[in-house]
């Protein structure tokens, strides 16, 4: 292709000039340290291929972070312990080896969910936000949502705005969905999780936190006829790993309360001062 030199273009454009013509043409990068690349490129003597070279690095690395930044934040991960805070020997029964493999994305490549099963301050959503966060990082989208969240964004009154909205939980590569089980809902919320499962079965995955067995599920929906339909899609392709122990809130709890009567050491009682001793002699 012969590039022909624009007619009547003025000997220089000025810099502010150029700048915004780049960053109209989506290089941001180069337009944002424009005054910088072309002070490297006339100290470095580039030729006119270094210098797209150089300009086609920079700009794909800028389009890398911000796709990056993008899902982070679309992913609404919230603040999270790193998965270098848990500690593994605290369950009385958790499967680590799962863990590992969830982090190599397999199941998400092949579309399968992953259910982690497990009473309250067991760790479940600092695996599940830790497991997000490293999908991201890989390159995948991801959405996380409590339950509750979910529900109520999925319960509006406008049919069509609720067609628009499963569509959008449907389109990330992994869906968290945490804390099923902590309160229940009506049969309509079955339907629209449900609904949920349903156009994701064997096409993305799905992570699901849950406090409740599976055969306690009719308690969370309860007068739902879509539960055992529910449940049979979300399970078909599924690794479920359930976690025993204490609660890692209650432990914490008792080793500050520990720290603070070591640190606080208890106060002697007062003593009472003694009786005076009568000088009175009895007859």
């Not at 086609?56 to 389009?63: G, R, V, W």
């Not at 890398?64 to 603040?79: C, I, K, P, V, Y």
């Not at 449900?194 to 309860?222: G, Q």
Request: hydrophobic share 40%; net charge positive.
């Amino acid at each position: 292709m012969n590039f022909q030199p624009a007619k009547n273009r003025t000997p220089s454009t000025p810099i502010d000039d150029l700048a915004a013509r780049l960053n109209h043409l989506g290089l941001r990068a180069t337009s944002q340290g424009l005054n910088d690349f072309i002070a490297r490129a006339t100290a470095a003597g580039w030729s006119a291929q270094t210098m797209l070279e150089e300009l086609a690095t920079s700009e794909s690395l800028d389009h890398t972070r911000r796709s990056l930044e993008r899902r982070l934040r679309n992913a609404r991960l919230g603040r999270f312990k790193p998965l270098a805070d848990f500690d593994w020997n605290w369950p009385a029964k958790i499967d680590r080896q799962l863990i590992d493999s969830a982090l190599t994305f397999d199941f998400i490549t092949h579309a399968r969910n992953l259910i982690l099963l497990g009473s309250n301050g067991l760790g479940k959503t600092l695996l599940t936000k830790n497991i997000a966060y490293a999908a991201i990082l890989a390159g995948h989208t991801v959405l996380f949502r409590t339950a509750g969240e979910l529900i109520s964004d999925l319960g509006c009154d406008s049919p069509a705005l609720r067609r628009s909205k499963l569509a959008f939980y449907c389109r990330p590569s992994l869906l968290c969905i945490d804390e099923v089980g902590y309160l229940s809902y009506d049969s309509n919320a079955a339907d629209l999780l449900f609904e949920i499962v349903n156009r994701r079965y064997e096409r993305s995955s799905i992570l699901i936190t849950t406090n409740r067995a599976f055969r306690d599920w009719n308690t969370v929906f309860p007068n739902a006829t879509c539960i055992v339909a529910l449940l049979d899609r979300l399970t078909h392709h599924a690794d479920l790993m359930t976690i025993e122990g204490q609660s890692y809130r209650v432990r914490e709890s008792e080793q500050e309360s520990a720290a603070r009567r070591i640190s606080s050491p208890p106060t002697p009682p007062v003593q009472k001062p003694p009786k005076p001793v009568s000088s009175k002699k009895k007859i």
